[in-house]
Antibody, heavy 127, light 108 residues
Framework: EVQLVESGGGLVQPGGSLRLSCAASGFMFRSYWMTWVRQVPGKGLQWVATIKQDGSEEFYVDSVKGRFTISRDNAKNSLYLQMRSLGAEDAAVYYC????????????????????WGQGTMVTVSS | SYELTQPPSVSVSPGQTAKITCSGDALPKQFAYWYHQKPGQAPVLVIYKDSERPSGIPERFSGSGSGTTVTLTISGVQAEDEADYYCQSADSSGTYWAFGGGTRLTVL
């Protein structure tokens, strides 16, 4: 079964740091670009960051550039999001998602979609 | 930054047709994708490349595009279709992604 499982969320103080993880299974993780998307409870989805399959390039939404770092360990089938200088505006459910664009993969017929999503991990920023 | 604009809400009666629009400057160049999300659940892809339907998505879901606007159409709406719907695309570079603000579909 194709699956993504996030972990690492929790309560952090303003200005603090947190590292999220996403464990992938059931597909060739090393072949896919991967993405983090976040959602403030009751609000809409926001794309956060995307990383190429080999980790050679990263892309970020403007509001997290310089504070967040997306990375991956293909040997461990894992995706990460290192978050620093966290503020109230970063409090959200963070989803990892598989991106079907950018590489030759079995699901590239889907174009540039986020086709598989994890269940999300909640990040709360509060003193 | 890049923005996609959706109406906040759409309401229809069961059996009617719901149309949800999404506008963005780069939509003539970039495909659009649609997701639905029910409370407490992760988003699910329902339309890819403007108008294609993934396996397992009912035929009543369809998509179309014209210029800077794309449209998700749900024909013969059922109560189970009540959800939040999001469009997604990228800017002209193709490496800065965005979601629309979301549209809550209410089945009356």
């Amino acid at each position: 079964e194709v699956q993504l499982v996030e972990s690492g969320g929790g309560l952090v103080q303003p200005g603090g740091s947190l590292r999220l993880s996403c464990a992938a299974s059931g597909f060739m993780f090393r072949s896919y670009w991967m993405t983090w998307v976040r959602q403030v409870p009751g609000k809409g989805l926001q794309w956060v960051a995307t990383i190429k399959q080999d980790g050679s390039e990263e892309f970020y939404v403007d509001s997290v550039k310089g504070r967040f770092t997306i990375s991956r360990d293909n040997a461990k089938n894992s995706l990460y999001l290192q978050m620093r200088s966290l503020g109230a505006e970063d409090a959200a459910v963070y989803y990892c998602a598989r991106y079907t664009g950018g590489a030759v993969v079995p699901t590239d017929f889907l174009g540039d979609a986020f086709d598989i999503w994890g269940q999300g991990t909640m990040v709360t920023v509060s003193s | 930054s890049y923005e996609l604009t959706q109406p906040p809400s759409v309401s229809v009666s069961p059996g009617q047709t719901a149309k949800i629009t999404c506008s963005g400057d780069a939509l003539p160049k970039q495909f659009a994708y649609w997701y639905h999300q029910k409370p407490g659940q992760a988003p699910v892809l329902v339309i890819y490349k403007d108008s294609e339907r993934p396996s397992g998505i009912p035929e009543r879901f369809s998509g179309s595009g014209s210029g800077t606007t794309v449209t998700l159409t749900i024909s013969g709406v059922q109560a189970e279709d009540e959800a939040d719907y999001y469009c997604q695309s990228a800017d002209s570079s193709g490496t800065y992604w965005a979601f629309g603000g979301g549209t809550r579909l209410t089945v009356l």
